[in-house]
């Protein structure tokens, strides 16, 4: 049969994988450095002092050291070609977990830049020794199941992605430190544009490891940056999150990436899945997944919540339908959201596009 030919096909990939060496593989970046690697934009940048080491790992993941710097970044992301402001660019958020050991003065925050005017930004979510910026607060924006500090300052000729220049820095920096969750990155630049710091054509945005005058470590074992849907919560208001399949963290021996009957995602077998952590600022919503069947045959994928299966969806054949489990209670706060099959009989293939949630 069709499926099973894709299954041997993909088994017969993961044994070449075994056979002969993986080009996923990166050594340590040591000195500075750009690039590309799984998909993200990386940057190695320090000053003359002291040593750093960055491990570039799978898709956004990356571990980083360092010792005695003066100052020093490890970041990825996504780099854009300035033409764009973030309201053209959709919706940016970033989900996150990071094992932060630091040692002294440093950052572990969202960075990045624009041009016209000139902007260097933080979204800091824990640091060292020391709270960043020293200056006095503008206002707050509460997202993200915390409240942040709105701060914004200037460097006079100091180096930046012109040259030596003199420009503005923003900043948001959360009241108690997290080292993992959701950040929405969009809700931070609307917050400080409604306090007259105005941002221009985006240049970068990266989950950032910073060191200043210290030393340390960082496993960054979580960074998928999500480009595009709707900003901010989880519909908590009455307004709709949406959650596109091929975003989410894909976990299984079979799933992968599909561009018909949508652009979305297959689960092949049971326990293909895909997931990602949501907040929820309510304990209560509704659910809807746009899904279809590869065939005529009845395809179902469960609903997990915080490890515990909420409900079912059901897609009876290849037609793109929205399947909606209602009143679903599942907890307050940072939750991973999980879609995946568990009743394969081998007769049928899920096909997922979005998840919304009301």
Known sequence: MKRKSMRFFLVALFCAALTFPTMNVHAAVTGNETGTHGGYDYEFWKDSGGWGSMTLNSGGT?????????NILFRKGKKFDQTQTHQQIGNITIDYGVNYQPSGNSYLTVYGWTVDPLVE???VDSWGDWRPPGSSSKGTITVDGGTYDIYETTRVQQPSIIGTATFQQYWS?????RTSGNISVSEHFKAWENHGMPM???HEVALTVEGYQSSGSADVYRNNLIIGGDSGGDGGDGSTTRMEAENMTKNGQYTGNINSPFNGVALYANNDSVKYTQYFENNNHSFTLRGASNNSNMA?????IG????????FGDGYPAEYTIDNV???TGNQEVELIVTADDGQWDAFLDYL???
């Open 356 to 358: 919304e949630i009301h």
């Open 307 to 314: 490890g515990q299966t909420k409900g079912t969806f059901y």
């Open 200 to 202: 221009g054509n985006m």
């Open 121 to 123: 930004y933080y979204i």
């Open 173 to 177: 920096v959360r009241r108690s430190k």
């Open 62 to 70: 990356f571990s980083a050291e360092w010792g005695n710097v003066g």
């Open 300 to 304: 179902r994928v469960d609903l997990r």
């Open 329 to 331: 209670s599942h907890g």
